[in-house]
T-cell receptor, first 115, second 113 residues
Framework: GNSVTQMEGPVTLSEEAFLTINCTYT??????LFWYVQYPGEGLQLLLK?????DKGSNKGFEATYRKETTSFHLEKGSVQVSDSAVYFC??????????????FGGGTRVLVKP | DSGVTQTPKHLITATGQRVTLRCSPR?????VYWYQQSLDQGLQFLIQ???????AKGNILERFSAQQFPDLHSELNLSSLELGDSALYFC????????????FGSGTQLSVL
């Protein structure tokens, strides 16, 4: 079945540091890939997505490129802020014959940015 | 605020009991999804409803059931509760049945003692 593996946290950084969170996946077919973010006490929010190979998703300074050859979708940000402290989830979409929609999530990576 | 409302926010109960979690989707969204988040299992898809009908099923136990009502709100019923059912239960909604942008509620924290 489908699965998503992401680096374990917590990841602790200083403000303005470069952030990378690794994500690799196993899937049949051609899934869409996502990064969701969960801020403390809140539900998950879609951060960015990519629907086909070599697509780059970007939002709020975050970027991730869909790499089919390495089955990866690593999240990067060039200069993090304290407000980026959150848990980040990599996910893939397993559309069930266009009749349903199931997201498979990785285990989440907690990021803590210190001033 | 995602627009998805879940109640209650916290629920404490005993083993063997039954509870009902409620979710109101964003205005206009027809799909409702239920997810379970626990420390050992991570975020697991349970079930999806679209416009009142079950559309996709994941790792949902037989002791659990869900439904979506004509006003589109959804309820997740958990029965014969076990200690291992303690988790954060999220509801999410989307516009269509295959729309991949999900909007999540803040979750219901269930503690089974």
């Amino acid at each position: 079945g489908n699965s998503v593996t992401q680096m374990e946290g917590p990841v602790t950084l200083s403000e303005e540091a470069f952030l990378t969170i690794n994500c690799t996946y196993t899937a049949t077919g051609y899934p869409s890939l996502f990064w969701y973010v969960q801020y403390p006490g809140e539900g998950l929010q879609l951060l960015l997505k990519a629907t086909k190979a070599d697509d780059k998703g970007s939002n709020k300074g975050f970027e991730a490129t869909y790499r089919k050859e390495t089955t990866s979708f690593h999240l990067e940000k060039g200069s993090v802020q304290v407000s980026d402290s959150a848990v980040y989830f990599c996910a893939l979409s397993d559309q069930i014959k266009a009749a349903g929609n199931k997201l498979t999530f990785g285990g989440g990576t907690r990021v803590l940015v210190k001033p | 605020d995602s627009g998805v409302t879940q109640t209650p926010k916290h629920l404490i109960t005993a083993t063997g009991q039954r509870v009902t979690l409620r979710c109101s989707p964003r205005s206009g969204d027809l799909s409702v999804y239920w997810y379970q988040q626990s420390l050992d299992q991570g975020l697991q898809f349970l079930i999806q409803y679209y416009n009142g009908e079950e559309r996709a099923k994941g790792n949902i136990l037989e002791r659990f059931s869900a439904q979506q009502f004509p006003d589109l709100h959804s309820e997740l019923n958990l029965s014969s509760l076990e200690l291992g059912d303690s988790a954060l239960y999220f509801c999410a909604s989307s516009v269509g049945s295959t729309n991949e942008k999900l909007f999540f509620g803040s979750g219901t924290q269930l503690s089974v003692l």
